[in-house]
């Protein structure tokens, strides 16, 4: 079975350019997980998705951040206007059920210069 | 207070010893929890699941959970150097069934 994939992997932009993140996840899992993960942090929700609703975005950090679910199979997160601060690794996860274990993708590597 | 709570380490232990991780978190609600594995550069990996007090064991790895004390253990048994890596505890809480993860520990396995 494939596992939560990811795109772009490695993703350099300049300041104040838009930046989009995708995720597919899982087939058959009905939660999805965006995280952000930097040395000084660590791993960090910002939103999370049940049935494509959002649940939870207490973690999104600013307005310049975004996240859609339009179906089941599709998750972006949008940066708009991007910032240096925002560069770490952003993680989506999918999970089955509520109380169950996450399966996360590869990541991307976010770089603003 | 932090939710879930771990010692960053390093943790450092001698090849073919065990290496003992803690995790502690603040709602006592809380209903499910998990270790992940994380290599340097690499996502997080589900190493085990546990639901219910008590130990529960796969292969060299045992998780222990006691909800009364509220905290959570990972013990590795003849620790390798492919163990080297950071140790991720997370904890399902609320009714939004929200994971929280703990900063992790590092694992350094010494040959």
């Known amino acids: 079975d494939a596992g939560v994939i990811q795109s772009p992997r490695h993703e350099v932009t300049e300041m104040g350019q838009e930046v989009t993140l995708r995720c597919k996840p899982i087939?058959?899992?009905?939660?999805l997980f965006w995280y952000r993960q930097t040395m000084m942090r660590g791993l960090e929700l910002l939103i999370y998705f049940n049935n494509n609703v959002p649940i939870d975005d207490s973690g999104m950090p600013e307005d310049r951040f975004s996240a859609k679910m339009p179906n089941a199979s599709f998750s972006t997160l949008k940066i708009q206007p991007s910032e240096p601060r925002d560069s770490a690794v952003y993680f989506c996860?999918?999970?089955?059920?509520?109380?169950?274990?996450?399966?996360f993708g590869p990541g991307t590597r976010l770089t603003v210069t | 207070q932090k939710e879930v709570e771990q010692n960053s380490g390093p943790l450092s232990v001698p090849e073919g010893a065990i290496a003992s991780l803690n995790c502690t978190y603040s709602?006592?609600?809380?209903?499910?929890f998990f270790w992940y594995r994380q290599y340097s550069g690499k996502s997080p990996e589900l190493i085990m699941s546990i639901y219910s007090n008590g130990d529960k064991e796969d292969g060299r790895f045992t998780a222990q959970l006691n909800k009364a004390s509220q905290y959570v253990s990972l013990l590795i048994r003849d620790s390798q150097p492919s163990d080297s890596a950071t140790y991720l505890c997370a904890v399902i809480s609320g009714g939004y069934q929200k994971v929280t993860f703990g900063i992790g520990t590092k694992l350094q396995v010494i040959p």
């Open positions: 709602d006592r609600g809380s209903q499910s």
């Open positions: 087939s058959g899992h009905n939660s």
């Open positions: 996860a999918s999970r089955y059920g509520q109380l169950y274990e996450q399966y």
